[in-house]
């Protein structure tokens, strides 16, 4: 029997899944340099750890969670370094966007950013990375009434903060969330 890592689907269905960590990843970190080093380094053990993934399951929920137990396992070790959790100093050395979405992206960023760190990455798992519930809440290790409750309240609060209605549907939706707008601050190429 081939290993996991062996067979052409779970190469494909991996590479696949790279824009949806990174998103998830983005929302973690704030920085793209390290949202890069992030999703590479949970990959690196995804596919390390291969003959882990049983083929059939939900391959979208393994990567996700091995990204963020890697996210947390790295924090806890980077809590005596300096940091620039307000971006002062990296907003000093970008320019700002010239067309209005990435001016858009930009505000929707930093709003996510001051949501709690549950309600964010339930927000970018549901909204963003088009995860059901179901796979959010294995994802994170909560029931699902809590993940539920996460985006409810971080759609509410993510409201507020930048000034919209409640009610407004866009919040949390793979259009507003998504790594192409909110997340993705490379160029976009004129091709």
């Not at 890069?36 to 399951?57: C, K, M, N, Y």
């Not at 950013?113 to 549901?126: H, I, S």
């Not at 294995?138 to 759609?155: D, F, H, P, Q, W």
Request: net charge neutral; with cysteine; charged share 25%.
């Amino acid at each position: 029997m081939p290993s996991a890592e062996t067979t052409p689907t779970f190469r494909d269905d991996l590479v696949k899944l790279i824009p949806a960590m990174r998103a998830f990843a983005r929302s973690l970190t704030n920085n793209a340099a390290d949202t890069d080093d992030l999703v590479q380094d949970a990959i690196v053990r995804a596919w390390s750890h291969a003959e882990q993934f049983t083929p059939g399951t939900n391959l979208r929920a393994w990567l996700f969670t091995i990204l963020r137990n890697r996210y947390y396992s790295v924090a806890k070790h980077q809590q005596r370094e300096v940091g620039d959790p307000d971006g002062v100093h990296t907003a000093r050395l970008t320019i700002g966007p010239s067309q209005e979405w990435g001016i858009a992206s930009r505000e929707l960023k930093a709003a996510l950013m001051k949501l709690p760190v549950e309600q964010r990455e339930a927000l970018v798992l549901v909204g963003g990375a088009g995860a059901s519930y179901e796979e959010a809440a294995e994802i994170c290790g909560c029931a699902l009434g809590t993940i539920k409750s996460r985006v409810n309240r971080g759609r509410a609060r993510l409201a507020d903060i930048m000034g919209m209605d409640p009610g407004d549907t866009s919040l949390g939706t793979t259009a507003g969330l998504g790594a192409s707008s909110a997340w993705d601050t490379r160029p976009v190429s004129s091709h």
